[in-house]
């Protein structure tokens, strides 16, 4: 049991995960756009974040940069269709713990999730 | 374009008729040289023979002339002779007398002799002469007689005798007259020889040298004619080709100067045909075209690139290349050339051109230098490519869009059947999950398909970077054998990984796509029940990944062109192992950008092994492997 945010625009998409990781009987909060997110992260503790790549209002990258900003510790896992190099660079100099590529399996996900949740006591780098 | 044939044919005629060549000019020469010298030899043998004539006429008007002294010098012998006789008829008949008589008549017969041979040519007057001869012993006989009667005293009878010698003496003389006459005539005669034949000698003289002029003036005019004239046309063909005016019409005949001729007419056809091609291809061809001097000075350009950037014809005449372009940071018009040189000297390189309005344009450039005698030159080719940079351009946004818009529902899409596959969303009929399954596998096709024409994409435009790290072995195979599980579960594959402690100097997430790859293509070509096993080594600096399956194996042939794009090994099962036949094309692409090397080896119908080599890391770290994925 976990308390999960959830930040992409794509509906289909957030509703699909969320039922997912309802089943796993995680707590799901979803945001549209990363203004949502942001004001959600800032009343909120969550164990995980799921961040888009590309938000309608910011890049996913810069919410990742104001929430680190702002102090937030919570763990980051940045969902994202780029897999260039660069891309995966300027992830991690934002912010984000790790980064699960588009279109990923259920096994991939599901694993991902499970690893960064059993690190989460660990301090953050 | 079309072959250079004219050319070629041309080169073709002109050796065959060269082969064929008759040489008429030789001809033409040796008939300069063989007239003179044949009149000259005629006129000299005419010369030799009047003065070999007039020679001879002369020498026997000499002869005629001695001979003509020597009757004289008998005739005064003979008159002295004729007035002792008288003296011995007359008077006392005294011994010296007789004496004085053989005196005067003594050198007769040498006088004879010598008349003898002057005549001995003339056999009328050679018969005179010994008559002559005769006649006068015969009187000196009758002499002696007459001594002998004196001596004696028979002065009677001695004076008989004498008369007879007066008359023989007086019929002497007749005969010396006649003889003599004949002479003088014989050498008037040879006088008038003489002199005819000198006229003749004149005549000759005056009329050689009239004829060597005639001869002169006309091998002149005939050399004019065929050789210099014509000579003239080909040597002002060659001015009037580099004055560029019209050619003279062919010159005429069969001989060295004719074909000179044709060969140069040839040779300014190939010319032109050259040239014309030249110039269609400098003026239609897409590409802007300049030529500049060794200081950057502009002397030729074509139409393209006037049109490119917008200048009029001639408006670039005594630029200099430097202005058509968009200096960068600290350039001048020097610099800027050099600069130029050095990048796109036989190679292609971007460069901003600046156009007559002050428009800019992305070009490609290239240059490539050549010389005239002393003389530097570049030729530089410059390839509008704002078409292609906006290409390029959406290209990137398709490439965006494909990755970002196409991957989020692919990702809900095969979530969800894989939920509703796993039965998590409920229980479903056992014909809904096998459709579910069905279709979950169709979209992790569909996903790999993206995947590897979104990478070929990128390796096509050497866009295929690395994220490269010191990582340990030991995740990367725990990562792909995650990958993979499922699917060698589904397939009734048992997967056998190995331990290490080995580090390799990689980018996992790509190293992990080569292994998935082999594992995947190992699982789909293993029969039920099959072990697919990994095994690791190290050779050298580099670690060696072996994925070895017991499937049915890769012929020979194909070992190579498997790595190849779209090659695949032909199968009777293709339906259910097909793929995008790009896989092991960028498995290569992968393992080459890190270094190393790819291949399998195989024995048909018992298993193949896919291996790969990664470099080792170079400097030994402490740093848990944990540590390195745990970020």
């Keep these: 049991m976990a308390n999960l945010l959830l930040v992409d625009d794509d509906e289909d998409f957030s509703e699909t995960l969320r039922d997912l990781f309802e089943m796993q009987e995680h707590s799901v909060m979803v945001a549209a756009t990363g203004g949502d997110g942001l004001s959600l992260l800032s009343g909120n503790s969550f164990d995980l974040i799921l961040l888009d790549w590309q938000l309608p209002d910011m890049p996913g990258i810069d919410v990742c940069k104001q929430y680190r900003e702002q102090g937030g510790k919570s763990r980051i896992l940045m969902l994202t269709g780029m897999r260039d190099a660069a891309s995966r660079e300027a992830g991690k100099a934002a912010g984000a713990d790790d980064m699960l590529i588009k279109p990923f399996t259920l096994d991939q996900l599901l694993g991902r999730v499970q690893k960064m949740l059993s690190e989460a006591g660990e301090p953050t780098a | 374009m079309p072959r250079p044939l004219n050319v070629a044919r041309t080169q073709h005629c002109g050796y065959k008729t060269g082969m064929r060549l008759t040489p008429r000019l030789l001809h033409k020469l040796l008939l300069l040289v063989a007239v003179p010298l044949a009149f000259e030899l005629l006129f000299a043998g005419t010369l030799l023979s009047l003065l070999k004539s007039a020679e001879t006429a002369g020498d026997r008007e000499h002869r005629a002339r001695e001979a003509v002294a020597s009757l004289n010098s008998i005739y005064e012998r003979i008159m002295d002779a004729s007035k002792v006789a008288g003296f011995l008829l007359f008077g006392s008949g005294k011994t010296p007398q007789f004496e004085k008589f053989h005196d005067v008549t003594a050198t007769i017969p040498s006088d004879l002799d010598n008349i003898r041979e002057q005549l001995r040519d003339d056999a009328d007057a050679s018969q005179k002469v010994d008559k002559l001869d005769r006649d006068l012993n015969a009187t000196l006989r009758i002499m002696d007689e007459v001594f002998d009667q004196m001596q004696s005293g028979d002065r009677m009878g001695a004076v008989q005798h004498l008369r007879d010698v007066k008359t023989a003496l007086v019929d002497l003389s007749d005969q010396l007259i006649t003889l003599r006459e004949s002479c003088n005539k014989e050498a008037d005669e040879d006088y008038d020889q003489q002199r005819a034949s000198r006229h003749r000698i004149y005549t000759v003289i005056e009329s050689g040298i009239l004829i060597n002029v005639i001869i002169a003036l006309m091998l002149w005019l005939y050399t004019h004619r ?139 450039l290239s240059l490539t230098p050549f010389r005239v005698f002393d003389n530097e030159y570049f030729l530089l080719v410059l390839l509008d490519v704002t078409e292609r940079k906006e290409i390029e351009r959406l290209k990137q946004e398709f490439v965006s869009m494909v990755s970002h818009d196409l991957r989020t529902p692919l990702t809900s899409i095969q979530v969800f059947l894989e939920m509703l596959a796993k039965g998590m969303m409920g229980q479903v009929s056992e014909p809904i999950q096998k459709k579910a399954t069905m279709a979950d596998r169709n979209a992790t096709r569909l996903i790999g398909l993206i995947n590897d024409l979104l990478d070929i994409d990128k390796m096509e435009s050497g866009q295929l970077e690395l994220a490269c790290d010191d990582i340990s072995l030991s995740t990367v195979i725990e990562r792909s054998l995650d990958s993979v599980k499922g699917f060698a579960d589904k397939q009734g594959i048992k997967l056998v990984g190995t331990e290490t402690d080995l580090t390799v100097h990689a980018d996992p997430d790509r190293l992990v796509q080569v292994m998935v790859n082999l594992l995947g293509n190992a699982i789909k070509f293993s029969p039920k029940e099959g072990v697919v096993s990994i095994v690791l080594e190290k050779k050298d600096d580099f670690a060696v990944l072996k994925v070895c399956d017991q499937g049915r194996g890769v012929p020979e042939k194909m070992r190579t062109q498997i790595f190849e794009r779209f090659k695949q090994v032909e199968t009777k099962d293709a339906t259910e192992k097909k793929g995008t036949g790009l896989g092991l094309a960028i498995c290569k692409a992968i393992v080459e950008q890190h270094g190393g090397s790819i291949g399998v080896d195989s024995v048909e119908g018992s298993g193949s092994t896919f291996w790969f080599t990664v470099p080792l890391k170079t400097v030994p770290t402490a740093v848990p492997a944990a540590e390195l994925t745990a970020h």
């Design chain 2, 226 to 364: 065929n050789i210099t004239s014509r000579l003239a046309v080909v040597i002002a063909n060659t001015h009037r080709l580099a004055a560029d005016k019209p050619l003279l019409p062919s010159v005429t005949g069969s001989d060295e100067i004719q074909h000179l001729d044709k060969v140069f007419k040839d040779m300014v056809v190939a010319l032109e045909m050259a040239r014309e091609k030249e110039r269609a291809i400098i003026e239609t061809m897409p590409a802007g075209l300049l030529i500049v001097d060794g200081r950057g000075g502009i002397q030729m350009s074509n139409p393209t690139l006037l049109k490119m950037l917008g200048y009029v014809s001639g408006g670039l005449d005594f630029k200099h290349v430097s202005s058509l372009f968009v200096k960068e940071k600290d350039e001048d018009d020097a610099s800027c050339f050099s600069n130029l040189i050095e990048k796109a000297n036989r190679r292609a390189t971007e460069r901003i051109a600046q156009g007559a309005d002050g428009k800019t344009l992305p070009v490609e």
